[in-house]
């Protein structure tokens, strides 16, 4: 089973950290790569750029409405994303807790829906 691993925390907090904090939690995510490829669990992962950056688009009566970012009123927004290949709900459970940001915010668990009529590609992005 695939899921998804959305990794939420807060913008300003992370963003007043200091830069060594913030390379020690990104190689401890890229060594939580290397783990779970080594388990053949790996598919992606990647961070994502401050929701500022973002934009939301929205298309009513055939028509594209374009709001820059960001878009929800929180204080915790989406950080980034570990694609996983799991066993079971539990174990894409331990796979999240292991992932850094889980300290800073919380990750969303969320499994796959797997639709036949995809095109296959062998590598994400």
Do not use: C, W
Not at 56 to 81: C, K, L, W
Not at 84 to 96: F, H, K, N, P, R
Request: aromatic content about 6%.
């Amino acid at each position: 089973m695939k899921f998804l691993l959305l990794v939420h925390h807060n913008e300003t907090n992370f963003a007043a950290m200091s830069d060594s904090v913030k390379r020690d939690l990104l190689a401890e995510s890229v060594q939580l790569t290397h783990d779970l490829h080594a388990r053949g669990q790996y598919l992606h992962a990647s961070p994502l750029m401050p929701s500022t950056t973002g934009a939301r688009v929205r298309v009513r009566d055939g028509q594209a409405s374009v709001t820059d970012g960001p878009f929800a009123e929180t204080h915790e927004h989406i950080a980034g994303y570990f694609f996983v290949d799991a066993g079971s709900l539990s174990q894409a459970v331990e796979i999240a807790s292991r992932i850094p940001g889980a300290r800073l915010g919380y990750v969303e668990v969320r499994q796959v829906l797997e639709i036949d009529g995809l095109p296959e590609v062998g590598k994400i992005i």
